[in-house]
């Protein structure tokens, strides 16, 4: 049904659409802040209490500990490079730039080509922390976590195929490593291993105490986050059903 040149029945289905899309998303800003607050960030807290109050260990200290123990010691990490292309790196983590071109059916009618920085698996080959100039073997696990005060090397794609990236053009297939190079100072977070050493859970580029002040900025950025999402579920909701009301279709 038309009525001068307009179809009521379906600018009213358009309508509702849109406003039963503004209660979902301003649902997932408050099932987010839901998350955050009250999991995340206490989750986060008892972690960051829990790892403050590990003793100071020593080599000796690691030898005696039993299988499966929480260990955690700092010192200067060595090891051998697993990957020939970056030396630098004994252990390293990285994203891929990937490239993607518009098909003709894009509903924003943009024909420039984006990109996005894809998570390629981190790599922690068998390494060694130095303490008192006696080596502690850290072995090779699956889902460590690297982070900390990583070094950054970057090596560019090869493709003609390009997207910008904070205002410059960057190829499709370029790779951006964070790494760890031999003799930084490292704290590692893990289990004792039952063939000696130990199991790594978590590498951090840094000592204990900034491996301690992170765990508590974790925890505050879950709970900060939280609270942005709880206030921006209303303002997504209001803002929302506003701009429904007053739309009009060109």
Not at 39 to 47: D, R, S, Y
Request: proline share 6%; hydrophobic share 45%; glycine share 10%.
């Amino acid at each position: 049904m038309n009525i001068f040149g307009l179809n009521p029945i379906e600018n009213l289905r358009r309508r509702l659409n849109a406003v039963f899309g503004v209660f979902i998303l301003s649902a997932a800003c408050c099932g987010c802040g839901a998350l955050m607050t009250f999991v995340l960030a206490p989750n986060q807290a008892i972690q960051a209490n829990r790892i403050s109050h590990l003793p100071a260990m020593s080599v000796a200290d690691v030898g005696t500990a039993t299988a499966g123990e929480t260990i955690l010691i700092t010192g200067a990490i060595s090891g051998t490079p697993p990957n020939p292309e970056i030396v630098e790196f004994i252990a390293y983590a990285g994203e891929k730039w990937i490239v993607t071109i518009p098909s003709d059916s894009d509903p924003d009618g943009s024909s420039e080509p984006f990109g996005s920085w894809k998570h390629i698996p981190t790599v922690v080959p068998e390494l060694s922390l130095e303490m008192d100039s006696q080596l502690v073997p850290i072995h090779t696990a699956n889902n460590v976590r690297l982070y900390g005060a990583l070094h950054e090397l970057v090596i560019p794609g090869d493709s003609t195929l390009s997207a910008n990236y904070e205002g410059k053009p960057v190829s499709d297939g370029t790779i951006r490593y964070h790494g760890l190079d031999n003799g930084a100072i490292t704290t590692v977070l893990g289990k004792k291993a039952a063939n000696g050493g130990v199991d790594p859970e978590q590498i951090f580029a840094g000592d204990r105490a900034a491996f301690e002040n992170s765990q508590r900025q974790a925890t505050s950025g879950f709970l900060i986050s939280g609270i942005f999402s709880f206030i921006m579920a209303p303002i997504v909701l209001v803002g929302g059903l506003l701009a429904v009301l007053f739309w009009r279709r060109r």
